[in-house]
């Protein structure tokens, strides 16, 4: 695309010209707008600063969107960017969010440390799945990730069920940050109970025992406010062992407010040494404290993929797409690249799986399915494929249409499409009513404009910079 | 004068077709080196073969005398061979200067990482290599389109794109396989110079495929013919003009 310059605005040197904002009123509005992102939350209902300008479901909405942008972004550099295709990549989702999951809940990684691992092992899956575009393309290539899209969800359901609850759902540990506060130490005795008040969701209190001198096998018993005994498995809680399976030390996030009480008891003529030590940690538990780590990420991400597309790696990945024999006599490995372009899509369909995982603190398989990986197509066929706000686009109007506009029509709708279809059961009508609005969306727009919205937004900016001259 | 690329009697076949059969010439460093001959001798599956996108069932291809037969075209591109295409082969949806600064995709070093965060060396380089495409673009004097989607340029205009791309790659031995096929006369004059410069002022190996025979006579040192895949005949232009196999197979019916 050549880049228009507004009139009157020439560049003077090669840095101007090769910078993506052109003016300091482009770069002005950009800000304007990050800021206005970051806003969103302190004006909603359950704000700190209890505003109620804006619904609380806003809040999770821009999240969602947020996080799909970052998936369908990395759709884009592999299907926009490099023209390779993938059918598969709600299944890479699904690798970031139980890789990161499992993580958490097993190896207890922080979501810190889990968000850039559970990348990197998406990454290399996505890798993996690219190994046939060195044989074939287009639409053999599709149906080899097509198989990504088959295989991974069962190796997830089946064959480690017990990692990730196969098809139940899976919970997951809100991110900390911490903990990094101490402010009590107590030394517990045999079957004494110990109370402590925990309440705030931001700064959380974290509870840790640590158990030494066991001379018998000791139990350590958590109650939570609601009176229930937490078992070793929940996710709030890591607990570690000696070799002969005594708790050494057990640490939990108590990030519901109340009254909670933990005893630690020897069996008969036990002894032990146990010591309760009280922190404080940052929590994110709640919308809006996610808000805060999901979308500065998502527009980190986007920052750093437009910095991608626009130098080297960007330029092999769309020689690649335009021309592979040109590609090639260039000097650009073609297969190496494709390659690089499946492993960065995986990273930030990864990434967008692990952000969904702690997100809902509860996963799925029901959220990775095929349905998923053409959705995301869609929403960047719609968003325009190979522009760098293609996966901006593409998610947000789809998401605004299904949870604002849809809703909106649904009674409409339902009293309209049994008369324009009498012979189909009106039941299955209305069911239908989200994929009907969905289809319809995607065919006027491969019908009016196959390059999408981003397109469309490219062009309309350049008119308004080129006023007050239209040519 | 070393000598920069030996064709070492190869043999390529598709199917029933002997596209080249035992073809041997050597192309000494820094000289312009034409092949000619008439259509569907072989003389773009030659190219294809120096280059590597075909595979010769026999013989060997030795550049600057290492043997390179089995190499990828992507690392001989590296090594300092470079091309332009029959029928074209640019990126037709990007402007003139973005074909360029893919060209130096092998003299930049940014990987994905360095690329992402576009901070100091990465920047440094990026702008480095502008300059240079900036000075190839006014080397060719296509200053005027540098911006212009490559698409909506006419025919000679994207020939010339094309040579700037070639020499975007900065290589050592450049192959040409019918530069000024489709120009008008003007057009063919400045190809002509520029090719001249190129290898003056760059000291450039060329390999040169054309079928306006005056102008490979004009500006090439030394000449090969081949017809039907085998090389009938090789010399200096004074002495093809006078071989009478040469004559008889090509010259003599460019007469008529
Ligand atoms: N990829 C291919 N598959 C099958 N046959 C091929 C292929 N490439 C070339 N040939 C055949 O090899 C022979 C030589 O073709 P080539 O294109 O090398 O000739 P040329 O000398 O470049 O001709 P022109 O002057 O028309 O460009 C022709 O008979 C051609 O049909
Ligand atoms: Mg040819």
Same mark, same amino acid.
């Given at each position: 695309?050549?880049?228009?310059?507004?009139? @009157?605005?020439?560049? /003077?040197?090669?840095?101007?010209?090769?910078?993506?904002?052109?003016?300091?009123?482009? =770069?002005?509005?950009?800000?304007?707008?990050?800021?206005?992102?970051?806003?969103?939350?302190?004006?909603?209902? $359950?704000?700190?600063?209890?505003?109620?300008?804006?619904?609380?479901?806003?809040?999770?909405?821009?999240?969602?969107? &947020?996080?799909?942008?970052?998936?369908?972004?990395?759709?884009?550099?592999?299907?926009?960017?490099?023209?390779?295709?993938?059918?598969?990549?709600?299944?890479?989702? !699904?690798?970031?969010?139980?890789?990161?999951?499992?993580?958490?809940?097993?190896?207890?990684?922080?979501?810190?440390?889990?968000?850039?691992?559970?990348?990197?092992?998406?990454?290399?899956?996505?890798?993996?799945?690219?190994?046939?575009?060195?044989?074939?393309?287009?639409?053999?290539?599709? %149906?080899?990730?097509?198989?990504?899209?088959?295989?991974?969800?069962?190796?997830?359901?089946?064959?480690?069920?017990?990692?990730?609850?196969?098809?139940?759902?899976?919970?997951?540990?809100?991110?900390?940050?911490?903990?990094?506060?101490?402010?009590?130490?107590?030394?517990?005795?045999?079957?004494?109970?110990?109370?402590?008040?925990?309440?705030?969701?931001?700064?959380?209190?974290?509870? $840790?025992?640590?158990?030494?001198?066991?001379?018998?096998?000791?139990?350590?018993?958590?109650?939570?406010?609601?009176?229930?005994?937490?078992?070793?498995?929940?996710?709030?809680?890591?607990?570690?062992?000696?070799?002969?399976?005594?708790?050494?030390?057990?640490?939990?996030?108590?990030?519901?407010? @109340?009254?909670?009480?933990?005893?630690?008891?020897?069996?008969?003529?036990?002894?032990? =040494?146990?010591?309760?030590?009280?922190? =404080?940690?940052?929590?994110?538990?709640?919308?809006?404290?996610?808000?805060?780590?999901?979308?500065?990420?998502?527009?980190?991400? %986007?920052?750093?993929?437009?910095?991608?597309?626009?130098?080297?790696?960007?330029?092999?990945?769309?020689?690649?797409?335009?021309?592979?024999?040109? !590609?090639?006599?260039?000097?650009?490995?073609?297969?190496?690249?494709?390659?690089?372009?499946?492993?960065?899509?995986?990273?930030?369909?990864?990434?967008?799986?692990?952000?969904?995982?702690?997100?809902?603190?509860?996963?799925?398989?029901?959220?990775?399915?095929?349905?998923?990986?053409?959705?995301?197509?869609?929403?960047?066929?719609?968003?325009?494929?190979?522009?760098?706000?293609?996966?901006?686009?593409?998610? /947000?109007?789809?998401?605004?249409?299904?949870?604002?506009?849809?809703?909106?029509?649904?009674?409409?709708?339902?009293?309209?499409?049994?008369?324009?279809?009498?012979?189909?059961?009106?039941?299955?009508?209305?069911?239908?009513?989200?994929?009907?609005?969905?289809?319809?969306?995607?065919?006027?727009?491969?019908?009016?404009?196959?390059?999408?919205?981003?397109?469309?937004?490219?062009?309309? +900016?350049?008119?308004?910079?080129?006023?007050?001259?239209?040519? | 004068?070393?000598?920069?690329?030996?064709?070492?009697?190869?043999?390529? $076949?598709?199917?029933?077709? =002997?596209?080249?059969?035992?073809?041997?010439?050597?192309?000494?460093?820094?000289?312009?080196?034409?092949?000619?001959?008439?259509?569907?001798?072989?003389?773009?599956?030659?190219?294809?073969?120096?280059?590597?996108?075909?595979?010769?069932?026999?013989?060997?291809?030795?550049?600057?005398?290492?043997?390179?037969?089995?190499?990828?075209?992507? +690392?001989?591109? !590296?090594?300092?061979? &470079?091309?332009?295409?029959?029928?074209?082969?640019?990126?037709?949806?990007?402007?003139?200067?973005?074909?360029?600064?893919?060209?130096?995709?092998?003299?930049?070093? /940014?990987?994905?990482?360095?690329?992402?965060?576009?901070?100091?060396?990465?920047?440094?380089?990026?702008?480095?290599?502008?300059?240079?495409?900036?000075?190839?673009?006014?080397?060719?004097?296509?200053?005027?389109?540098?911006?212009?989607?490559?698409?909506?340029?006419?025919?000679?205009?994207?020939?010339?794109?094309?040579?700037?791309?070639?020499?975007?790659?900065?290589?050592?031995?450049?192959?040409?396989?019918?530069?000024?096929?489709?120009?008008?006369?003007?057009?063919?004059?400045?190809?002509?110079?520029?090719?001249?410069?190129?290898?003056?002022?760059?000291?450039?190996?060329?390999?040169?495929?054309?079928?306006?025979?005056?102008?490979?006579?004009?500006?090439?040192?030394?000449?090969?013919?081949?017809?039907?895949?085998?090389?009938?005949?090789?010399?200096?232009?004074?002495?093809?003009?006078?071989?009478? !196999?040469?004559?008889?197979?090509?010259?003599?019916?460019?007469?008529?």
């Amino acid at each position: 695309m050549a880049n228009i310059h507004p009139a @009157g605005v020439f560049d /003077t040197t090669y840095e101007q010209d090769m910078s993506v904002d052109r003016t300091a009123r482009d =770069k002005l509005w950009k800000n304007l707008a990050f800021v206005a992102l970051l806003l969103v939350p302190l004006a909603s209902v $359950s704000g700190p600063l209890e505003l109620g300008w804006i619904s609380d479901q806003y809040v999770g909405l821009i999240a969602r969107i &947020s996080i799909f942008v970052i998936a369908v972004q990395g759709l884009n550099i592999l299907v926009g960017y490099t023209g390779q295709i993938s059918l598969g990549h709600a299944a890479f989702m !699904a690798i970031g969010a139980y890789g990161s999951a499992i993580m958490a809940r097993e190896l207890g990684f922080s979501f810190w440390t889990a968000l850039p691992a559970s990348a990197l092992l998406t990454g290399a899956i996505g890798l993996l799945f690219g190994l046939p575009s060195l044989r074939v393309k287009g639409f053999y290539l599709a %149906m080899a990730t097509l198989a990504a899209q088959f295989i991974i969800p069962w190796v997830l359901r089946y064959p480690l069920e017990d990692l990730t609850g196969g098809p139940r759902p899976l919970s997951v540990p809100a991110p900390i940050i911490g903990p990094f506060v101490a402010y009590a130490d107590d030394e517990l005795t045999d079957g004494e109970p110990f109370a402590f008040q925990a309440g705030d969701p931001y700064f959380v209190d974290v509870i $840790s025992l640590e158990l030494t001198d066991a001379t018998a096998y000791t139990v350590v018993e958590l109650v939570n406010p609601a009176g229930d005994v937490l078992p070793y498995g929940d996710v709030s809680m890591t607990v570690s062992r000696d070799s002969a399976g005594n708790i050494t030390r057990l640490t939990y996030i108590a990030s519901k407010a @109340g009254e909670y009480q933990a005893v630690v008891r020897a069996e008969a003529g036990g002894s032990f =040494k146990a010591v309760v030590r009280r922190s =404080k940690a940052l929590s994110f538990a709640t919308d809006i404290a996610m808000y805060y780590i999901i979308v500065p990420l998502a527009v980190l991400l %986007m920052f750093l993929a437009r910095n991608i597309i626009r130098t080297r790696t960007g330029r092999a990945f769309v020689s690649v797409r335009d021309n592979d024999l040109a !590609a090639e006599l260039l000097g650009i490995n073609v297969f190496g690249y494709k390659l690089r372009a499946f492993f960065l899509s995986a990273v930030y369909a990864g990434i967008a799986g692990c952000l969904l995982a702690f997100e809902r603190n509860s996963l799925s398989l029901y959220a990775f399915e095929l349905d998923i990986s053409i959705e995301m197509l869609a929403m960047l066929i719609i968003g325009g494929a190979g522009f760098p706000l293609g996966a901006m686009f593409g998610v /947000t109007f789809i998401r605004i249409l299904q949870e604002a506009f849809i809703p909106f029509l649904r009674p409409w709708l339902a009293d309209f499409l049994p008369q324009l279809f009498p012979f189909v059961d009106a039941v299955n009508i209305t069911s239908a009513i989200n994929p009907i609005v969905f289809g319809g969306a995607l065919i006027i727009f491969l019908a009016l404009e196959p390059r999408g919205i981003a397109h469309r937004w490219e062009v309309l +900016k350049a008119a308004w910079k080129l006023r007050p001259y239209a040519y | 004068m070393p000598v920069k690329l030996h064709v070492d009697k190869i043999s390529l $076949s598709f199917g029933g077709i =002997k596209a080249l059969n035992e073809v041997e010439f050597q192309v000494n460093a820094g000289e312009i080196f034409a092949v000619i001959g008439p259509n569907g001798a072989g003389k773009t599956s030659l190219i294809n073969s120096i280059n590597g996108f075909y595979h010769p069932q026999a013989g060997a291809i030795i550049f600057e005398g290492s043997d390179i037969t089995h190499m990828p075209p992507y +690392k001989r591109a !590296a090594l300092g061979i &470079s091309r332009t295409f029959q029928n074209i082969a640019l990126y037709t949806n990007a402007t003139v200067l973005d074909n360029l600064m893919a060209a130096r995709h092998i003299h930049m070093k /940014t990987g994905m990482l360095s690329g992402a965060l576009f901070w100091g060396a990465a920047q440094r380089e990026e702008l480095a290599h502008r300059r240079r495409v900036e000075e190839i673009i006014d080397f060719l004097e296509m200053e005027h389109i540098r911006k212009s989607i490559v698409g909506t340029l006419s025919y000679g205009l994207r020939k010339l794109v094309e040579l700037g791309r070639a020499l975007a790659l900065e290589p050592t031995l450049l192959l040409l396989d019918e530069p000024m096929a489709g120009m008008n006369i003007e057009e063919k004059e400045d190809m002509a110079r520029f090719i001249l410069d190129i290898h003056e002022l760059q000291g450039t190996t060329i390999m040169l495929i054309e079928h306006d025979i005056g102008l490979v006579m004009d500006i090439s040192h030394h000449i090969a013919v081949i017809d039907f895949g085998v090389k009938i005949g090789e010399g200096a232009p004074a002495e093809i003009s006078r071989d009478e !196999a040469v004559i008889a197979a090509y010259l003599g019916e460019e007469e008529h």
